[in-house]
Nanobody, 123 residues
Framework: QVQLVESGGGLVQTGGSLRLSCAASGRTFSSYAMGWFRQAPGKEREFVAAISGSGSSTNYVSSVKGRFTISRDSAKNTVFLQMNSLKPEDTAVYVC????????????????WGQGTQVTVSS
């Protein structure tokens, strides 16, 4: 059992940066792979990035490679998503998730989900 709370969303201009945080409850944080997904109105939820429990492996959707970086701080039970060079098409609600196994891209690998934080990138 784990509870996730995201923060750090906001409004930025094209080319700007944001850092999202996801705080996890419990003492088993290091056992979970952590992922970030996003969903825009009228669209399906899309995988963005994931990181293994150890932090040694990461996975990104091709559209954010070179711009986004996922990381985790086990001492604070927190996972981060650093987003640089933001584009209007990055606008969405960003949701973090926890699951078992490797840093997979399927939402079905993640039984635990946060509520999401809004990211808006203006043209």
């Amino acid at each position: 059992q784990v509870q996730l709370v995201e923060s750090g969303g906001g409004l930025v201009q094209t080319g700007g940066s944001l850092r999202l945080s996801c705080a996890a409850s419990g003492r088993t944080f290091s056992s979970y792979a952590m992922g970030w997904f996003r969903q825009a109105p009228g669209k399906e939820r899309e995988f963005v990035a994931a990181i293994s429990g150890s932090g040694s492996s990461t996975n990104y959707v091709s559209s954010v490679k070179g711009r986004f970086t996922i990381s985790r701080d086990s001492a604070k039970n927190t996972v981060f998503l650093q987003m640089n060079s933001l584009k209007p098409e990055d606008t969405a609600v960003y949701v973090c998730a926890a699951g078992f196994g490797g840093p997979g891209s399927s939402r079905f690998n993640y039984p635990y989900w946060g509520q999401g934080t809004q990211v808006t990138v203006s043209s």
